[in-house]
């Protein structure tokens, strides 16, 4: 049987075949239409483009690389799924790599990229960030940074509004009548943490200035946020409402909440940050920040083909991405407990 080529492909698409080249490539500068036609073309006839062939005459591997602190829970997932989709979308791999947490492997994961990838997407959530990051990545290679501290010079750095979402939600509450706010907190060392504990204490400064801060201590996962529930629970008086730093402690709370046997939201209030997909599964269902996890890697990774392809870049898509207030069943203003 002869074998499909990319003649083939453009002949059935009715473009040129450097239309078919580009649009296969992923290059921005091809009509959505026009690619759709040759991608339904190239699947028609089953083309697949000689991989070994392909990279030595672009000099491109078609892989991007993907570095991130850990791959455990639903944000690590979601975001990677943005990031998929966006790269099938345009016939392209990934290699996805983790340093669990912890900053010293870092540079080994972010080297082992080298050579392999036609551009990186990096999450370094480190509040010392730049540091060791600034020096490990290449000079040459097309990168985005995704919620990180420092921009390195000539890098992308692309993010969530952590500080204004987290006034949000402290405004929310304050609105609903609640006066004693708890806030569970991330890790000390990452940025999304400090700015989500940040925009907490300055709402709260403004919006009640005789009010005391609580915060507690977590680590955006479940178990601290258990820990940080059963604090709640043995203290002489209990916050009416709790503000977490994260959908996964604020679950872990809630789970102590309903062994402990307190109603939420009817003697506290519960509120996370995320809106993960269990977020709204659970019961009550949670009250939230509502970033579009997805959204954010497919956005990092469109604007990471943009760099590869040479193209200048929007300054809209490099806007930090504006968390949403999901009011759900798990807080309740002060009126509606009484009544």
């Known amino acids: 049987m002869t074998s499909v080529t990319i003649k083939d492909v453009a002949r059935v698409a009715q473009v040129s075949v450097a239309t078919v080249s580009r649009a296969l490539n992923g290059h921005g500068n091809v009509a959505e239409e026009v690619r759709r036609r040759v991608l339904a073309a190239a699947n028609e006839l089953r083309y697949t483009p000689h991989a070994a062939a392909r990279s030595l005459s672009s000099r491109r591997t078609q892989t991007l690389g993907v570095v991130l602190p850990d791959l455990h829970g639903e944000f690590f997932s979601e975001l990677v799924r943005g990031i998929d989709q966006v790269a099938r979308e345009h016939r392209l791999h990934l290699l996805?790599?983790?340093?669990?947490?912890?900053?010293?492997?870092q540079g080994a994961a972010l080297r082992a990229m080298r050579g392999r990838v036609d551009g990186l997407?990096?999450?370094?959530?480190?509040?010392?960030a730049p540091g060791p990051l600034a020096e490990e990545l290449a000079p040459t290679l097309p990168t985005v940074?995704?919620?990180t501290q420092h921009a390195t010079a000539g890098v992308i750095s692309l993010g969530v509004d952590n500080y204004g979402g987290a006034v949000a939600m402290v405004e929310h509450l304050v609105a609903s009548g609640h006066r004693r706010i708890a806030f569970i907190a991330g890790p000390s060392d990452n940025f999304d943490a400090h700015e989500r504990l940040r925009g907490y204490r300055d709402a709260l400064h403004r919006l009640l200035p005789d009010a005391e801060e609580w915060v507690l201590p977590g680590d955006f996962d479940e178990a601290s946020g258990h820990q940080a529930g059963l604090e709640i629970l043995g203290s002489k008086q209990r916050p009416d409402a709790v503000f977490a730093a994260n959908d996964?402690?604020?679950?872990?709370?809630?789970?102590?909440?309903?062994?402990?046997?307190?109603?939420?939201?009817?003697?506290?209030?519960?509120?996370g940050f995320d809106d993960i997909p269990l977020a709204r599964y659970v019961h009550p269902?949670?009250?939230?920040?509502?970033v579009n996890i997805a959204e954010l890697g497919a956005r990092a990774a469109r604007l990471l083909l943009i760099q590869i392809a040479g193209e200048a870049l929007p300054d809209e898509g490099r806007a930090a991405l504006r968390p949403e207030l999901i009011v759900r069943a798990s807080s309740a203003s002060v009126e509606s407990k009484r009544s």
Not at 250 to 271: S, T
Not at 285 to 290: A, G, N, P, V
């Open 248 to 271: 996964m402690m604020a679950l872990g709370c809630l789970f102590v909440f309903a062994q402990g046997g307190v109603d939420v939201p009817g003697e506290i209030a519960l509120a």
């Open 145 to 147: 940074l995704i919620n």
């Open 121 to 128: 997407l990096v999450m370094s959530p480190f509040v010392a």
């Open 285 to 290: 269902t949670l009250t939230t920040m509502r």
């Open 96 to 105: 996805v790599s983790s340093y669990h947490g912890h900053p010293e492997e």
